[in-house]
């Protein structure tokens, strides 16, 4: 399974980058997941859009879905052959208003997702756990069927109790790491040191800090992430355009 990384800033894009979209690969299989701003042209770098299996979102902040609708006109009018003729968008319904939007006839058709139950998609195996966050959100435990590797992807979501045993012993977490770890006031996102303390009580295998901050240093971000994570754990700030193996 791999993990390759379109944007990866929270809320806008920032310096040609745009924000939270990753690409999931496993064989022949691609998942988009999530779909911000500027995903589609970063997805145009290393597949044929026309190529996507599916796409999940975790919830229906502009940062992603940004891109959806031009994915949907993209379906409808772009020459070529189409893995599905009909693109399959699975989000929850909680907000129903924001998952009628999935659905663009002859396009994309929004799926349900339960985030109580367990979702097939081609390779992988989910499950969700719900965060915190002013809107429902929910980060997907992606495991890959065949070999067990599992990704933990946090979604946004402030720090919790619960995050820990959903993320327990996963080989990679994707982690919303937001602010820095002298944040004051509101945080509905971690901060480094809770990225990287949610990382130690879980035994990752691996942190990827992601929906970065557009300001201060990132290599600070990191390090403060690592300090908490502890040495045994390694901890990178990820890049877009970079293809991580889980």
């Known amino acids: 399974m791999e993990l390759t990384v379109l944007g990866c800033y929270g809320g806008y894009p920032y310096n040609g980058i745009g924000t939270s979209s990753y690409l999931l690969t496993s064989g022949d299989y691609h998942l988009l997941l999530d779909c911000g701003s500027g995903a589609l042209t ?44 009909v693109l399959p968008i699975y989000g929850h319904t909680a907000d129903q208003a924001a998952f009628a939007g999935l659905t663009w006839p002859d396009a994309t058709v929004g799926r349900a997702y339960d985030p109580t139950q367990t979702l097939v998609l081609g390779p992988f195996t989910l499950t969700f756990g719900e965060t915190h966050h002013p809107v ?32 327990g012993n996963a080989n990679v977490l994707l982690a919303d790491t937001n602010f820095y770890a002298d944040h004051q006031g509101t945080a509905w996102h971690l901060t480094s040191t809770q990225a990287g303390n949610l990382a130690r009580q879980a035994q ?12 201060g240093s990132l290599a600070q971000l990191q390090q403060e992430a690592q300090l908490a994570a502890g040495p045994a754990i390694p901890v990178s700030v990820v890049h877009a355009g970079t293809t991580y193996r889980v």
Request: glycine share 6%; proline share 7%.
């Open 42 to 85: 970063a997805l145009q770098r290393y597949l044929d859009p026309l190529q996507l299996d599916a796409v999940l979102l975790t919830h229906y902040h502009h940062d992603h879905t940004a891109d959806v609708g031009v994915l949907q006109y993209l379906w409808q009018l772009a020459p070529g052959d189409k893995k599905e003729p």
């Open 136 to 167: 429902p959100a929910y980060a997907p435990r992606i495991t890959e069927t065949a070999t067990g590797r599992t990704l933990a992807f946090t979604a946004d979501t402030a720090a919790f109790a619960g995050l820990t045993d959903w993320a």
């Open 204 to 215: 990752v295998g691996q942190l990827l800090l992601t929906h970065l901050p557009q300001t």
